[in-house]
């Protein structure tokens, strides 16, 4: 896949566009980079991906914005994954949101993306003030010469698919509904860096993976699984949190005790895959007790993994 940071004063080819935030690349995202795909192969056009840095809420109102489900990395690889050709990545700021919604469409759409057909959602806004809209985007196809598809939101039992439906399961703990609406259990990816050792002192040493950004979606204790190192997932138990017990104000850490597995993972990239909660965070009165609990979160750990095991050998026998 092709990045770009930026538009092009003009463009080197014609494209098929879609534009989001994409923040995890969920199946309403997914059933639409699917329309692209098709669209774009039908009539040989590059796919492609408008999308945003940072999200335009955290530049309005960063202490309201809602928390991010992907860094920017993740997000990117998540599409390269999709088969997105390019992605043109727009710094969001005061001269970009104050773009006219005509400006748009003539300098960033028609001139500067070579854009031939165009998808978005049935609720797209675009312009400075949120001006221009679906009849502004067609009014102006017609006079540029290219096409528009409004694509409806993707429902799953009935509940739209967002981001904000993802945020909320992962927030109330339930893995499981976020899973739904992602297509695939929710991850965090990052690099494994040096910590403090204290895991190591307690006799559960964990891989300290380090994330992009202070406001994950979710917290607690998890049964996880560890991507990136060996052919197979490894499963282990994680801690994403501030770490009460040994800190009185702390940033968010993500912690993995990987289960039999002592070797060194310093400098790899790690995907986490997040796919029971046990418990919220607690602070305890003193290290011993800690250790304690974490014990018994390694056990429920490794007998979630029975369990699991248990029913998908099940499932191959029915």
């Known amino acids: ?89 727009c ?33 797209f806004r675009f312009g400075a003030r949120r001006a221009g809209d679906i009849v502004t985007l067609k009014r102006a196809a017609a006079r540029f010469g290219f096409e528009v598809e409004v694509m409806a939101s993707v429902t799953l039992d009935g509940e739209r698919v967002s981001s904000t439906a993802v945020r909320t399961a992962l927030a109330a703990g339930n893995l499981g509904h976020a899973a739904q609406h992602l297509g695939r259990p929710y991850s965090i990816s990052g690099r494994v860096v040096r910590g403090e050792g204290i895991g190591h002192q307690l006799g559960f040493p964990t891989a300290n993976v380090q994330m992009k950004h202070n406001r994950p979606p979710l917290a607690g204790i998890f049964a996880v699984e560890l991507a990136g190192v060996a052919e197979r997932p490894l499963r282990g138990v994680a801690s994403l949190g501030v770490r009460p017990t040994v800190y009185a104000h702390g940033a968010p850490v993500l912690e993995v005790h990987v289960f039999d597995f002592d070797a060194m993972l310093y400098g790899r990239h790690v995907r986490i895959d997040f796919l029971h909660k046990f418990r919220d965070e607690e602070k305890y009165a ?23 095991d248990a029913a998908m050998t099940q499932e191959k026998r029915a």
């Open 286 to 308: 003193d290290l011993t007790t800690l250790t304690r609990q974490i014990g018994l979160d390694v056990a429920n750990a490794r007998e979630f993994f029975a369990r699991r």
């Open 91 to 123: 710094r969001f700021n005061y001269g970009f949101a104050q773009i006219s919604a005509d400006e748009f469409i003539e300098r960033i759409l028609v001139r500067g993306l070579g854009v031939r057909w165009l998808l978005v959602g049935d609720d």
């Open 1 to 89: 896949m092709r990045i770009s940071r930026g538009i092009p004063v003009a463009a080197d080819s014609p494209l098929a566009l879609t534009i989001g935030n994409f923040d995890g690349v969920h199946l309403g995202h997914q059933a639409m980079l699917e329309v692209l795909l098709r669209a774009a192969g039908r009539r040989a056009l590059t796919p492609g991906v408008m999308t945003f840095e940072p999200h335009p809420r955290e530049f309005f109102a960063p202490d309201q914005a809602p928390t991010r489900l992907t860094s920017l990395r993740e997000k990117l690889e998540l599409l390269g994954a999709r088969g997105v050709g390019r992605t043109h990545i």
